[in-house]
T-cell receptor
Framework: EPEVTQTPSHQVTQMGQEVILRCVPI?????FYWYRQILGQKVEFLVSFYNNEISEKSEIFDDQFSVERPDGSNFTLKIRSTKLEDSAMYFC?????????????FGPGTRLTVL | SQQGEEDPQALSIQEGENATMNCSYK?????LQWYRQNSGRGLVHLILIRSNEREKHSGRLRVTLDTSKKSSSLLITASRAADTASYFC??????????FGKGTRLSVIA
């Protein structure tokens, strides 16, 4: 069964460093998302991506964040200058059709630890 | 406003018992989805129920949706130790992204 994959599973970085989190969505899906979950808290939406552009983003997704689909398979989240409060699990998700009307399939997550 | 608030926050039951978790939301929705998360792991999609559906089954899972009360319930029958996890509801409204609740932590004791 196809699934969303994410790498790395755990990333440790120093405050101020740039990190890139990688995701491979399910191959025939058209919509891609990033969510994050701070330990013990809700899963929060960051950004959605369709047709090679951001379709929606939350207040969390500020200028420090960017997303890219560099080729036909990868979907990346970049944090330019990490802060301590960026420590969280980051989940990538994809869906075959329009968000809100279809199931989103989540990857296993990347645990980001900012020291 | 908050969407998808689950209760109880934590639930502990014996293996074989049924577990019921509830979710309430505030605005109109297209669908409501339930996810499971094992500790420190990813989100596993369990079931999606659309706003025009009242009940849905999948194996030992039964989900109901009452749009007049803006609430949903997830019932796990004949629970197993492997069902121990956090369970989240997530609502989908129009073109807004999924909004998750804080989840219910279920512990099934063997």
């Amino acid at each position: 069964e196809p699934e969303v994959t994410q790498t790395p599973s755990h990333q440790v970085t120093q405050m101020g460093q740039e990190v890139i989190l990688r995701c491979v969505p399910i191959s025939n899906h058209l919509y891609f998302y990033w969510y994050r979950q701070i330990l013990g808290q809700k899963v929060e939406f960051l950004v959605s991506f369709y047709n090679n552009e951001i379709s929606e983003k939350s207040e969390i997704f500020d200028d420090q964040f960017s997303v890219e689909r560099p080729d036909g398979s990868n979907f990346t989240l970049k944090i330019r200058s990490t802060k301590l409060e960026d420590s969280a699990m980051y989940f990538c998700a994809s869906s075959p059709r329009a968000r809100g009307t279809d199931t989103q399939y989540f990857g296993p997550g990347t645990r980001l630890t900012v020291l | 406003s908050q969407q998808g608030e689950e209760d109880p926050q934590a639930l502990s039951i014996q293996e074989g018992e049924n577990a019921t978790m509830n979710c309430s939301y505030k605005t109109s929705i297209n669908n409501l989805q339930w996810y499971r998360q094992n500790s420190g792991r990813g989100l596993v999609h369990l079931i999606l129920i659309r706003s025009n559906e009242r009940e849905k089954h999948s194996g030992r899972l039964r989900v109901t949706l009452d749009t007049s009360k803006k609430s949903s319930s997830l019932l796990i029958t004949a629970s197993r130790a492997a069902d121990t996890a956090s369970y989240f509801c997530a609502t989908a409204s129009g073109n807004t992204p999924l909004v998750f609740g804080k989840g219910t932590r279920l512990s099934v004791i063997a």
